[in-house]
């Protein structure tokens, strides 16, 4: 038997640790918890009664800028709610009316668009869309992850599900029949470009060309 054969007899009981450690470090990337952030909010939007809420996901529409995108539409008879969802670490800064917001790690400091700001972006959009009036649009933000806002936020700016939850239920106003909600179903599915990596790959080009 040669040297290598021997040292290959010899690791192969420990061949397991290499795929486990390639597990770990996915996991712990921000891509798969961001994912992971974005499922759980589905999850969860996806347990509110069928009968008066519809839930969108990963929706890319055409808008004057290119396009953009929107991580849940939720069409109900009490509203259209437009959920975005962030996932960060460290202690959060912003406010309202602030353009950007901060983060800040340990001692590192980075900066990001105000997420309400962005969503507005969306609701615009539906609004052109669908033909009626932004009072029925609610801008839902919801972070998940570890992060901590360390400045008093709005009641739509959530740090958990729950309170996500609770801050669409809380809602109950009927402003829509069921027609009305498939109709604005129909006109969001009919509009958006068709999900894959091409239209990914194309939305993000539209915002590098929009922050040029």
């Given at each position: 038997m040669d040297i290598a054969s021997t040292v290959f007899n010899a690791l192969q009981p420990l061949l397991w640790v290499i795929p486990v450690l390639i597990l770990i470090y996915i996991i712990k990337t921000p891509w798969f918890k961001g994912c992971a952030g974005e499922r759980l909010v589905h999850f969860c939007l996806k347990r509110l009664p069928k009968s008066d809420y519809k839930v969108l996901k990963d929706i890319t529409l055409p808008c004057e800028s290119?396009?953009?995108?929107?991580?849940?539409?939720?069409?109900?008879?009490?509203?259209?709610?437009?959920?975005?969802?962030?996932?960060?670490?460290?202690?959060i800064f912003g406010g309202i009316y602030q353009p950007?917001?901060?983060?800040?790690?340990?001692?590192?400091?980075?900066?990001?668009?105000?997420?309400?700001?962005?969503?507005?972006?969306?609701?615009?959009?539906?609004?052109?869309?669908?033909?009626?009036?932004?009072?029925?649009?609610?801008?839902?933000?919801?972070f998940v992850g570890e992060g901590v806002f360390k400045t008093e936020m709005p009641e739509n700016v959530t740090k958990s599900v729950r309170s996500m939850m609770k801050y669409i239920r809380s809602f109950d106003t009927v402003i829509f029949n069921e027609q009305q909600l498939q109709t604005f179903i129909t006109d969001i599915e009919q509009s958006r470009f068709k999900p894959g990596f091409a239209t990914d790959f194309s939305h993000v080009q539209s915002l590098k060309k929009a922050d040029k």
């Open positions: 290119g396009s953009t995108q929107i991580d849940h539409i939720v069409v109900s008879k009490y509203g259209i709610f437009v959920v975005e969802t962030k996932n960060m670490k460290g202690w950007m917001w901060q983060q800040t790690f340990f001692k590192r400091s980075s900066v990001f668009k105000n997420p309400l700001h962005q969503n507005y972006k969306h609701i615009k959009t539906l609004q052109s869309l669908l033909g009626i009036d932004d009072t029925a649009f609610h801008s839902v933000i919801v």
